[in-house]
């Protein structure tokens, strides 16, 4: 029976954790090149692009807003839970409490959120035209919550 904890943005199937995803994201991730992370971030762009756009096609929100409506789905499929903590006119940043990713991996010296940091990117290139992001915080390394900083290109 899957367990859903909107609070937490957690998913679980008998008490083990799970998340969905696209496979676009899946498939964006075999089709990269690059270096594991890359590759990673790629498919989460791919992913998080094509959603956001067709968000974009059905919703009337506007900037932040429709950042945080959209980020709202990664609580609903178990990415954790997501807040747009500073938007401006081409950045945004939003923080993540519960990633996944960064409960799974455990301890490390560096981010490792690169699914989400490209999903991230995805719904940059959708409010900017092109966008990057980079994770900035990771509770993986230490923080409270993961931190991405989105911004045009």
Known sequence: MIEFDREAGRVSIRGIRYLLIQPATLVGFQKAEGSVEER???????GGRNSSK???ETSKL?????AQAYLDMGREIGWGVFTVTRFEERRFEVEVAGSPFADAYG????????FTRGVIAGLGDTLFGAAEAEEVECSAAGAARCRFVCGAR
Not at 40 to 46: D, L, Q, T
Not at 62 to 66: A, I, K, L, N, S
Request: glycine residues 14%; hydrophobic residues 30%.
């Open 107 to 114: 301890a490390s010296p560096r981010p490792v959120c690169h």
């Open 40 to 46: 990673m971030a790629a498919g989460g762009r791919e």
């Open 62 to 66: 506007q900037g932040r807003e429709f």
């Open 54 to 56: 067709r968000m974009r």
